[in-house]
């Protein structure tokens, strides 16, 4: 029997491979582009959930089109804070579509942050209005930062942000590190409903929430708004009333509406967000209404966690462990 091994790669590992954002966002693109041409096995994800208001996701997919196939095992701990660990945190085996051994197994933390932010930035490449030039950002964590950075590269005119977090340091933090980092105006504040006034885009990178946020008169013509909790921060008017409704997965998504998302039901989707990469029109004028509500596939993982691995084996990083010598 021949000797297995596998690629082991930690997040600074990954980190090393300088991936930029053309990257990323091309890779989700090709996900997104599978998912909507029925090329992938992609069932919903499942969980179990250990604490209130957390999980652990399983999140397998083998992507037809790029013979790529793996799994993300990936948690969710919003009081991890408490504990100095952060609040996603997880692993992500690649695996080969030929014999099915485990090819690699790498942090998927950076992945599952900069995938998420490369679903909206290919939401804000088809949805946005031209002239978008003021965002509102409402949290100021991970997911805030990586947004800012994966719009302004899909959105290079993109001049001012509103950002609103319930912690004061993070708001801090962000007003002193964005700017440098993707040339916007940072502006904090201390409600979301001033954080929403006088913008284009409106993105909500929240956890699960109990109730809407978002007023439902900030909702103006030609606004684009982006959640990334299932529609818990936006209110029934402004889901059932804006002109189209967008995801990355219609099957996965509708799973949500049972477990209290979507105020006043499951909205009408217009198209999944593939669909707009293949071609059908996204925002056709500029006072259409879009809001998107794109839950996270593990095509998105997969896709990137591929490109990661081929990366990895080609510049020789991470380290090489056995999983199995010899027969039993």
Not at 85 to 94: N, S, Y
Not at 188 to 215: G, M, N, R, W, Y
Not at 292 to 307: H, K, M, P, R, T
Request: net charge negative; aromatic share 6%.
């Amino acid at each position: 029997m021949e000797k297995v091994t596998f690629r082991y790669l930690s997040q600074e590992d990954i980190l090393s491979l300088n991936i930029g954002w053309e990257d990323i966002i091309q890779r989700v693109e090709m996900a997104l582009s599978e998912q909507a041409r029925g090329t992938i096995e992609n069932p919903p994800k499942r969980g179990v959930h250990t604490r209130a208001d957390t999980f652990i996701h399983e999140m397998p997919v083998f992507l037809k089109g790029m013979d790529a196939c793996g799994i993300k095992w990936v948690s969710g701990y919003p009081e991890n804070y408490k504990h100095g660990l952060p609040q996603i945190l997880g692993v992500q085996i690649m695996n080969s579509p030929e014999t099915g051994v485990p090819l690699a197994v790498m942090d998927c933390r950076w992945i599952t942050a900069v995938r998420t932010a490369a679903a909206t930035a290919v939401t804000v490449k088809h949805c946005a209005k031209k002239n978008a030039r003021r965002i509102a950002i409402i949290g100021a964590g991970v997911q805030g930062r990586m947004h800012l950075l994966a719009i302004k590269h899909v959105l290079p005119d993109l001049e001012i942000c509103h950002v609103f977090d319930i912690k004061e340091e993070m708001l801090a933090d962000y007003a002193a590190a964005m700017p440098e980092k993707c040339g916007v105006r940072v502006k904090t504040f201390s409600s979301v409903a001033d954080a929403v006034e006088d913008v284009d885009i409106i993105v909500t990178c929240t956890q699960k929430l109990h109730e809407p946020i978002i007023p439902p008169g900030a909702w103006k013509p030609g606004m684009l708004g982006a959640g990334l909790e299932a529609g818990r921060a936006w209110p029934a008017e402004i889901i059932h009333g804006s002109d189209k409704v967008i995801t990355d997965d219609l099957n996965q998504t509708s799973s949500y509406a049972s477990t209290g998302a979507f105020a006043g039901g499951l909205p009408e989707f217009y198209s999944q967000l593939g669909d707009l990469v293949n071609g059908k029109p996204g925002r056709e004028n500029d006072e259409e209404t879009i809001l998107a509500f794109n839950v996270g596939i593990a095509a998105e993982d997969i896709s990137l966690g591929q490109y990661v691995y081929e990366k990895a084996v080609n510049q020789d990083a991470g380290v090489i462990l056995p999983l199995m010598e010899q027969d039993f």
